[in-house]
Structure formats: C-alpha cells, structure tokens
C-alpha cells in the first residue's frame, strides 16, 4: 500500500472519528458553524413564532421525513360516531333540513323565527360543548357530518351552526377561560341564550390578522377596579348582527405597569357582551347574496373589566397562541365538511341529471364532454371524502392538525369549486336560472366565501403550509433553530449532524428509486394499491431532499419566493390527499367498486405532485443544484401521466351502473323527499327513468325495425301500445319517466311584479 492511499484512507478515518466523537466535533466543527446559522438565521417576531409553535405534527411529518411509515397511515383508526351522534343526524338534523327553505331564506334574508328557534332549542349552537355544561359534547367526526348535511340544503343554516362550533368563544372559553367564564358562558351558549361571534379581521388586517390596529390599555375604572379601554374596528364578523357576546382580539399595553413590568403584552383575547357600552354592532354586509348574519363591530375608548380577558388576567398577551392552537384544529372540520357537502351535491344531483336529461336522442351521460366533467367531480368528490376523514379523525384523536388542516381547507374548498362549476356546466340553463329548484344558486354563490376565509387560499398555498410545514413537519430544522435561539450547542449539533445524514440518505433514496422507477421502495401491502405506495415513497424522498436544498440555499429569502413555496405546499398537499385515499381505500376494504374512483384520484394526484417537484427544480436559483437533483431524482424525466379516457369512462360507468357507489359518495347530505322540487325530485326521475328503460329498449328496437314511426317518446309509446309492443303497465310506466323527465328540466319563471322584488 503507498504512502498516498495510506494517506487517504486515515484522513477518511479521523473524519469519521471526529463525526462519531460528538464532544470533540462540537468543539471543533459544530460551534463555528452554529454561530454562521445564527447570522444567516431570518429574525422571527413573536406571532410567527407562536404560529410555528402551534398545532401538532403527525401523517405530514411523516410525509416531510422521505421515509413515510405506511404502516403507520393504515393503523391510525378514524372514530366511529356514537349512537347519540347517530341519532342526533337521524332526528333532529333531518327535522331541520326538512324546514329548510333554501329559497324562501333568500328572499326573507335570514333563517325564520322558527327555524332559529328550532337550532337553539335542540343544541346545533352547542354540538362542541362538553355535557356538563349542557353541550352536546360531540366529536370531530360528529361535528363534520352535523355540518356537512346542513350544507347541502342550506349554506345559510349551516354557517350559523357551524361558527358557534368552530374558532369562536367556546372553543376558546372550553381550552383558555376560568372556571367562572365556563360556568358563565358555557351553559348559555349551549342553549342559544347567547350567540357568539368573534371579531379577529379588520380592514387593514386580513390575511394579515397579527397585525391588527385593534387596541386595548391597561387602565383603571371610575371606581378604581383593573379595566381595559378598547378601541378597535372589525369587519366580516359572522354571526354580529345578532351576536350577544363578541370575542375581541386586540394588542393590549400596559403602559403603566398595572398588571406587571411588560407594556406591550401582545395579542389577547376578551369577551365582551352586547350590552357594553360603547360597543357597536354595525349593520349588515352581504356576502355573495348568501343571507347568513354579518357584519361589522368597532369601539371607541370602550371601558371594560379586566377580567373579560379569555383566561383572565393570566390570558392577557395569550390570544395569538389561543386563536393558532385552535385554528390548527378548526379548519380540519367546519370549512372543509362544507366543501364536502357541495361535492356530494354536485356528484349526486349530476349523475342523476346526466342519465335522465336527453339531447340528439341519448341521455347527455353517453357524450364524452359530460363524461370527463362528470368523472372529475366524482373523483373529487371520492378524495375530499378520504382527506377531510383522516383530518376530523386526527382532531378527535386529540391532535391539532397545523399543516394538515391548512391543506384541506385550501384544497377541498379549491376542489369544491371545480365540482360546482362542473356541475353548473352539465345542468346548463338549469342551473343558471334562480328559483325554488336550483340547488346550485348557494352553492355556486358560496364558493368565494369559503376560499376567502380563515386564511384565503392564495395566502394558504403560497405562505402557510410550507411555511409551516418546512419548520414544523421536518425531523431536525425546529431542533436546530431551538438550539441557535438558546446557545444550546449540544441540541444544535445532534440536530445539525442528523440533518446531514437526512440528507444524504434521501440524496441516494431519490436517485435509487428514480433510476428503478420505485421498483425497490417498500410497500405495506400487495396488490393494485402497492406500486402507489412505492411511488409515493419516492416523491416523499425526491421532496424532503429538495425542502432542504431550498432552505439551505434560500434560507430566509424562501419565505419571498412564493412560487417556489406555492409548489412545495402543491406537492406536499397532494401527497397527503393521495396518501389518505389509498388509506380510505384500504379502510373499506378496497371494494371494487371504488376502484375505479381511486385509480382516478391516484394517477391525478401522482401527476400534480410530480408537475409540482419539476416545476421547483425549473426554478430554484442554483440552476447547478437544481439540473444535478434532477438528475438523480428524474433520471428519464417526467413518467406519471395524467388521467386517461379509459379512466375517465371507469369512473363514470361505475356511478351510472352501481347504486350503492352512488350512495357511498353522497352519504353525508341530505336527500329530500321525492315530492319536493330540486334533489328530491331529480333522485326520483332518475328511478323511474331506470325502471322504464327495458320500455324505452323495446321501443327503440321497434323502430329500427320499422314497426314504429320515429316520433315523440309519449307518442311512440301511445302507438308501442295500441300494437301491444309493451304492455299496459309498461306505457304506465314510461309515461310517467317522461312526465318526470320533463318536469326536472323546467325552471322557474316570474310574473314582472314577483321578479322585480326578487332577492
């Protein structure tokens, strides 16, 4: 051996050494380079930090590691609803949907006397609300499918159930408030004596809610007792207009010290009651036309107790953590089971419409046109089901979901849109005339509101969730930025020396798998599913590798570069709603008749996370970086393919041909009585249009033989009849599927008096 290679081979082991011996590395390697992270570290301000703090990490993080432990995914069980919660949707919510006249609500401009009476009387205002203090005391789970059902009849019932039981003043008093706050607050809102709201956006704070002019000071009142004086100016509160106890957050200062030695305490949260004085509740906004109660509230030096801080006194400078922790958890559940409800609608109300409405002679459900908007939104349909369940399941199992929840409220309500306007192209003239039919004037009016609040989704997609997610979801960057802040050199280096061996082994992952083409990934089953497993592993390993070449070429800047983040948060997203769907899939035992709804959504969710990674790798700065991960990632460059026709015409045959796939799909809204216009009617059509089909065949077969003239359906049926072609029970029967099938594609029309008073 020459002395060279003798050379070589001790320099390869004193490294290793060095890197194995953690006292002597942190000495000689580790307190250089934490001092280098801490100068090129972005300074983080407090709610940005409180934001990283919040929630918890679970099936994203695992997604995040490179590795995923599918296992884990399979073995993470949903709860089950209870027979109370069972019965509570049986009972009180159908009694409910049945008063609900989506179009008389339009017109009359609010929900009427009875049906408010009706939700406050039966608890919809307290589902969240533990028992002992009169609430209901349901789950996630429960919550979801309440608010889901509302929403197919009403938009406007359901955003007045669902804000009192989403982020507002009892969520906050249950997990922040005393002991007198609860026993105050909480039996009152459970009942409807008092409506909650909570005023968080204001004019020049949106997106941007941490930044809010609303103040409070510490001050003392006339009789010398510890107050607050507010002024603040809210705008787009739900529920204001009629709200007796509003939910403040403002900045409170202490600018002399009467409560400790801090001024600026920070964010906080209070709640004042109706009678306040001072407290203004302006008059009504009008949100897309959708009459559901909201409005502004604003206040002028505005005097109240202390102790209306959530939490009192200690809660003071806590309402950013308390509105975060339980943002993280809210939005896996009201907003999303929402957009859940308008897909189900939308894929129930259409395949029945595309069977029964006919044009050039067949049903529009034979034309391919119809057919792919069809297929997508029951592929939509199928995986907003599958996400929105695995996040309702992470909150009951007692987790608060950051980065999962910004992911399905941004893309179900995204998806949510798409099925509306799918729906809205197939029903055509019918669905653009407003009237006591339509069951898309809410819906489609809707959509903008759900994509604008909590969180818009521009700001979701391009800031939230990798802006999360890169800190939150990776095994050792939140370590690491741990040990800088704290000079915890011993944390930063286990962390540090971690990550590099992170990164490595997802460099070689990425590259094995990409030149095998996943071949060598593990899969935790066999059968169709598995190589989307495998392939999801390498998309996992290809995205955790270029999260880290991001960051540390990036750093700080990444924040900015909006495009780039936007991708991550795309691909990111879509692995977690691929990754849910295969779990939803095997949670059914994968009946085959889903197959053909997952393969849908799988190769569709594969093609949007590769286009993502490419789209990252075509625009990061260091083109050097860049075309080498390329390489070992993408060795033959782009390989998933989008949904083709032969999977397109599956997801679609399977709606029209098996009625239990069609329930399956819709089984979270309400389906009317077959005597009322709209769904009701449009379920009942497409039966009798089904059972009078083996008519309509010997019809058909009739004139292609010439037996029968080329004519009206009704009269070739009078003439099939009187030659005995079909039998008495069988002109019955198709008499009244045409009946019915020209009866659903009516739409209203007005007298000029009654249209020009139209709401």
């Known amino acids: 051996m020459d002395t060279l290679t003798i050379a070589i081979i001790s320099i390869i082991v004193g490294i290793s050494v060095l890197l194995m011996f953690r ?4 000495v000689l390697i580790s307190k250089y380079i934490i001092k280098l992270a801490a100068r090129a570290m972005p300074k983080m301000g407090d709610t940005e930090r409180i934001a990283l703090q919040a929630g918890t990490v679970g099936w994203d993080g695992e997604l995040f590691s490179g590795s995923p432990d599918w296992d884990k995914l399979l ?3 949903i709860k089950p609803l209870t ?6 949707l049986g009972g009180p919510v159908d009694e409910l949907c049945n008063m609900l006249d989506d179009w008389q609500i339009i017109q009359d401009r609010d929900l009427s006397p009875e049906i408010w009476a009706y939700i406050k009387d039966h608890g919809f205002l307290g589902m969240v609300i533990d028992k002992k ?29 669902m804000v009192p039981n989403s982020l507002g003043p009892g969520e906050l008093l249950h997990h922040y408030g005393t002991e007198d706050q609860k026993n105050h607050y909480l039996p009152r809102l459970a009942k409807g004596i008092d409506i909650p709201c909570f005023a968080l956006t204001e004019p020049t704070a949106g997106s941007d809610a941490a930044n809010g002019q609303s103040e409070g000071i510490v001050c003392k009142d006339k009789k010398g007792h510890l107050a607050i004086c507010l002024t603040f100016n809210k705008r787009y509160i739900t529920l204001a207009p009629v709200a007796t106890v509003i939910g403040l957050a403002f900045r409170l200062y202490d600018p002399d010290g009467l409560i400790g030695d801090v001024q600026d305490l920070g964010i906080t949260c209070a709640l004042l009651p109706r009678s306040t004085p001072g407290l203004i509740i302006g008059d009504r906004h009008d949100p897309m036309g959708i009459p559901f109660q909201n409005g502004p509230v604003k206040g002028a030096n505005v005097v109240a107790p202390i102790d209306v801080i959530i939490g009192g006194q200690s809660g003071a400078g806590r309402g950013w953590h308390m509105l975060m922790e339980q943002l993280a958890a809210g939005r896996s559940v009201s907003l999303p089971a929402q957009a859940v409800a308008a897909a189900q609608l939308s894929v129930r109300a259409t395949s029945a419409y595309a069977q029964v409405r006919e044009q050039f002679g067949l049903p529009i459900g034979k034309f391919e046109g119809v057919r792919e908007g069809l297929a997508r939104i029951a592929g939509r349909t199928y995986f907003m089901n599958a996400a929105r369940r695995f996040a309702f399941g992470a909150v009951d199992a007692d987790e608060k ?5 910004a992911i399905v409220k941004a893309y179900l309500t995204e998806a949510s849109r798409t099925c509306i306007n799918d729906a809205m192209d197939i029903h055509a003239g019918s669905a653009i005339c407003r009237g006591p039919s339509n069951i898309f004037n809410s819906p489609y009016n809707a959509i903008p509101i759900g994509i604008t609040v909590e969180g818009a989704n521009i700001l979701t997609r391009s800031l939230m969730i990798f802006g999360l997610g890169a800190i939150r979801c ?11 802040a704290n000079n915890d050199l011993k944390k930063f280096d286990r ?6 061996a992170h990164i490595t082994k997802n460099c070689a992952r990425s590259f094995l798998l990409g030149l095998s083409g996943s071949r060598f990934a593990a899969s935790p089953v066999t059968g169709v599913t598995a190589r989307y497993f495998r392939e999801l592993t390498r998309f996992s390993s290809v995205f955790a590798l270029l999260a880290d070449v991001a960051m540390g070429t990036l750093g700080g800047a990444l924040k900015r570069k909006e495009f780039i983040s936007g991708r991550f948060a795309d691909a990111l997203s879509w692995m977690f ?15 085959h008749n889903q197959k053909a709804l997952m393969q849908w959504t799988v190769t569709h969710a594969l093609k949007q996370i590769e286009d993502a990674l490419l789209g990252i790798l075509e625009n990061l700065p260091n083109r050097f970086l860049a075309q080498l991960i390329q390489v070992l990632a993408f060795p033959f460059g782009a390989r998933c393919r989008p949904v083709n026709d032969q999977q397109t015409d599956a997801a679609t045959d399977i709606l029209f041909s098996n009625d239990a796939i069609r329930d399956h799909l819709t089984m979270d809204i309400f389906i009317p009585p077959i005597d009322q216009s709209g769904l009701g009617q449009l379920d009942h059509a497409l039966t009798l249009v089904k059972r009078a089909a083996p008519v309509r065949d010997k019809i058909d077969s009739a004139v292609r033989k010439g037996i029968l003239k080329k004519e009206n359906m009704m009269k070739m049926a009078e003439t099939a009849a009187a030659k005995d072609i079909v039998s008495s029970d069988e002109f019955t029967t198709i008499v009244k599927a045409e009946l019915i099938r020209d009866k659903i594609i009516q739409v209203s029309d007005f007298s000029a008096k009654t249209y020009s008073e139209l709401k």
Do not use: N, W
């Open 577 to 591: 709603i691929c990754s849910t769907t295969l779990k939803y899939f095997h949670d059914h035992g994968c009946p």
């Open 474 to 484: 990776h095994p050792y960057v939140q370590d690491e930025m741990d040990g800088i």
């Open 83 to 88: 027979g109370e919660e069972l019965d509570f």
């Open 495 to 500: 962390a540090f020396f971690a990550h590099l």
């Open 401 to 405: 979901p950051s980065v999962i929840s």
């Open 23 to 26: 006292p002597l590395r942190r």
């Open 75 to 77: 073995k993470f069980k």
């Open 133 to 161: 203090y009169g609430g209901l005391g349901f789950s996630a789970h429960a919550h979801a499918k309440v608010v889901s059902k509302i929403s197919s009849v009403s938009v406007t019932a359901a955003v007045t159930v």
